[in-house]
């Protein structure tokens, strides 16, 4: 078996990967590297979810890049031109060569004496296997599973005769034209797909057992545009995102200092949007306080404008049972549906769902400890990247590239080829918690088990806090005593 050699290679050419090869490229230009992806096309979540309306959560002035500025009038954006965006870095900085698509990593196993990765790769369009090495491995393969979505296991959910659908999955040909819609689910997609679907639909219902806090917003940023007409590109760009960002921090840690106050305000927006006669206590409002988990946006009071010319309405209900014709509710209640959208949520896959060795020791994550959310104790030169939960994924992406490549130019200047992480003796039995903590979201708890714990000191922590870990991250590798660089004898 032939087998091909990069310093780096990065796992996933989505948004993350194609930032992380971007910074490799202006940073550490004498690293070759490749970027392997699954799929046939870059863009993981912007290419493979199609499903109508479908946008980013988060203002492009933080999703985007720190080095490519976003200079579309819309800065809460839809899905293509997000897409367009990652294909246009890539293009740019000449990383579509460094792809290989069809390429899935199955297993990585780490020797201690070459100072190396061995990848089992599995192809799309072979049975043969692919094997590779590197110095570094960067996983930028994102959280869930692309392959298979959250089921939550609805009742007698056979018995329904009309078409079933998940988000994740959208069929190409799917016709709403006319249609009775019923989906289920209160997150980000649910409340996408409720306002896009109405203009062909004949009725779409959004399903939710519980309520989810919304913040409304313009789509276009009025500041940036404006902005952008006096400044150059880059610097408008530069001063908007350091504004958004920060505008970020205070909406979470005021929503966390006060929290009925923060209850009051987002109630009351909608209240204000649907008028005095709608259900709001039923259908918004949460019984947890905000950004206990995260909050959904609706720009341009899409959702809203659609529930006030009556052709969306939201049930809040429990589902007994589906039925040939529908969705059967504990009160009694029929919904009517001819599709039903599963927008139930994501299944997070830790890892990417790739095996690890460690010479020749199999690797359980969930006891190990997290080193600044970024590497796990006792797992050399392995770096794998998870975003925000209260603000935009790219804010941390971006931070983590930065010191990806410090690190690596650091190995450089100091001739070693080796890092890892190693937990002191002194903290080894005090107690962990979380990986990620105070936040209940379904789609987290239910993998909470599989990940690296944390501890309540740094660097043994995975804060999710921008600000701090600009700080954290920024730190002198030289005088990390977390960090251990070393040589192999026989590299």
Known sequence: MNTEHRDVIIVGAGLTGIGAACHLNTKCPDRSYLLLESRQAIGGTWDLFRYPGIRSDSDMHTLGYSFKPWESKKSIADGPDILSYVREAATENAIDQHIRYGHRLISASWCSKQSLWTLEIRQSDSEDPVQMTCNFLYMCAGYYNYDQPHDPQFPEVESFKGTLVHPQFWPADLDYQDKRVVIIGSGATAMTLLPAMTDKAKQVTMLQRSPTYVLTRPSEDRFANGLRKILPAAWAYTITRIINTV??????????????????????????????????????????????????LVPDDDMFNAINAGGADVV??????????????????HLDADIIVSATGLKLLVMGGVTFTVDGDNIDFSKKTTYKGLMVSDVPNMVSIFGYINASWTLRADLAAVWV???LNHMSNTQTNKVVPKVPDAIKDLPTKDWITDFPAGYMQRSMHLQPRQRDQAPWINSQNFRKERVLFGESLTSDKALHFSAAANP
């Open 247 to 296: 505008s970020q921090e205070i909406l979470f840690k005021q929503s966390q200092a006060f929290p009925k106050i923060a209850k009051r305000f987002f109630i009351g927006q909608v209240r204000r949007k649907l008028g005095k006669s709608y259900d709001v206590d039923r259908h918004f409002t949460p019984k947890y306080f905000p950004w206990d988990q995260r909050l959904c």
């Open 316 to 333: 809040t209900d429990h589902i007994k049972r589906f039925t040939k014709t529908g969705i059967e509710l504990e009160t009694g209640e």
């Open 405 to 407: 490549c410090r690190a």
